[in-house]
């Protein structure tokens, strides 16, 4: 059986879901004829970079084109889509690295198209090309042939030398909302025909979290159980996830200080084989929409040390010991501190600091002061969080669109490279203190340094 997200690859433009700025892209592109001879997709895997490298090849090979789409009836199109024509080669970089295919690639260059009017290759992530085989590409890019084109896909932008870069094309892909996903749920389990909830489907387009591919590999995941009808319940035990009702009553365990039902509970858990991590992430998710929507900020650190959790979790031979030994220390710890969970009262725990900068929800506006959240980095004794502090105390950033970035001048590698690192940390600490900002995206004007700085470079850098 053909895997569902190759059978449902986009056969036009129209079809490609999330990713409008790229049709409309290729759209005026192909009305104007300004085709480029270097194209770079970059964007998270299964967000459609294969799948418009192959429409672009297709449209441009068409014997007979509808617009900017192509016929896929042709034999030209046909071929393309069996992979058997001629002009379009495609290179997988990750499992071929070298000079020779590169270099056969440049040689190859020279023969016009045999069958269509462009040859193109397509060279999928071409950042793991070796030195030799990019300058080598390099070289090709400097004096491509009328004929060619290159479309290098990659999902680490960061790790192509800016050489390559400057001389092509970028065209960014994005993850993929979860309605736009829902809706290509729809289409493909309507053209199988199997009816399936809501709930299913929002459970899927969440676990995907943006990549199209995904959301189809677990969607046949759940069909190849389920037969013609799939329900909530059937989607959350094949994908091994936790209904609402157990992930609540785990947060309130944890809360409420109540370490037999917690250790009941992970009888349970271990016994129906289903993963802890899993039941630790989606109390993360569940404990974000708490914090958001109740500005329950005592809750952030429970968020943070689940984190914690399954870092060690993703490591460990005995799972069960490792689950155990946290979530019942933290349960200690919860018991004396006295937080509620289900509180509209403001916590307990919110220093005068923290109270007063939330206010009213509302999805456009992004609100939040940089230095507060520098000032609770700081007052914070973890080493993460200090090193935090000092990686962004003098930046500057923005806040728009959801998103908080921050901006690292040519001199600040070191400072960028520790922002990286603790991302995730940073993400909850950002949550916590901006309205309306879901995302942080870290910004480095200069060439990264490959290895992550010594201590000795961190502490120069801390006490300078
Ligand atoms: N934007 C999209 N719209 C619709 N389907 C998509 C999209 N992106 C990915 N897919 C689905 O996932 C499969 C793999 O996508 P692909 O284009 O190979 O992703 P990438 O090259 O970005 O990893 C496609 O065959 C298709 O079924
Ligand atoms: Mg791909
Ligand atoms: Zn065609």
């Given at each position: 059986m053909v895997s569902l997200y190759r059978k449902y690859r986009s056969k036009t433009f129209d079809e490609l879901i999330g990713q409008d700025h790229v049709r409309r892209y290729f759209a005026n592109a192909l009305d104007r004829k300004e085709i480029s001879h270097a194209y770079i997709f970059t964007g998270?895997?299964?967000?459609g970079k294969t799948s418009t490298a192959r429409l672009l090849a297709k449209v441009l090979n068409c014997c007979d084109p509808d617009g900017y789409n192509p016929c896929n009836n042709c034999d030209n199109c046909r071929a393309i889509d069996e992979g058997s024509f001629m002009d379009v080669i495609e290179l997988d970089a990750a499992s071929n690295r070298g000079i020779d295919e590169i270099r056969e690639i440049r040689d190859s260059t020279n023969y016009r198209p045999v069958h269509g009017k462009y040859k193109v290759y397509i060279i999928d992530e071409f950042h793991m090309l070796t030195k030799e085989a990019f300058n080598a590409l390099l070289k090709t890019l400097e004096e491509p042939p009328e004929h060619v084109i290159f479309i290098l896909a990659t999902t680490n932008l960061e790790k192509v030398p800016q050489t390559i870069i400057s001389r092509a094309q970028l065209i960014n892909f994005k993850n993929i909302r979860e309605k736009d996903i829902v809706m290509l749920l729809k289409r493909v389990s309507a053209q199988e025909g199997v009816t399936i909830d809501e709930k299913s489907l929002s459970i899927i387009s969440k676990r995907a979290k943006g990549g199209a591919r995904d959301a189809l590999s677990l969607f046949e995941q759940v069909m190849k159980f389920c037969s013609k009808e799939v329900t909530s319940s059937e989607t959350l035990s094949i994908l091994g996830l936790f209904d609402d009702n157990m992930v609540e009553e785990f947060i309130s365990f944890l809360i409420s200080g109540d370490v037999d039902n917690l250790l009941k509970l992970s009888s349970d858990l271990f016994e129906s084989g289903k993963e802890p991590e899993a039941l630790i992430e989606q109390s993360i998710e569940k404990l974000f929409i708490k914090i958001k929507n109740?500005?329950?900020?005592?809750?952030v650190k429970l968020v943070r040390e689940l984190n914690e959790v399954n870092k060690d979790l993703k490591y460990s031979e005995n799972k069960k010991a490792v689950f155990e030994i946290y979530v019942t220390s933290l349960a200690y710890g919860y018991k004396k501190l006295d937080i509620h969970y289900e509180s509209n009262v403001i916590s307990q725990v919110v220093n005068s600091i923290e109270e007063g900068f939330f206010t009213e929800d509302s999805e456009q506006v992004c609100e939040g002061d940089y230095h507060i959240m520098l000032q609770k980095l700081a007052n914070d004794s973890s080493k993460m969080n200090l090193g935090l502090f000092f990686a962004l105390r003098d930046k500057s950033y923005d806040i728009s669109e959801g998103r908080l970035t921050i901006f690292f001048p040519e001199e600040s590698s070191i400072e960028y490279q520790i922002t990286k690192k603790y991302l995730s940390e940073l993400k909850i600490n950002v949550l916590g203190t901006f309205k309306g900002v879901s995302e942080v995206k870290p910004v480095f004007a200069g060439d990264v340094k490959k290895d992550f700085p010594s201590n000795q470079d961190i502490s120069s850098k801390l006490f300078s």
């Open positions: 998270p895997r299964g967000t109740d500005k329950n900020y005592a809750l």
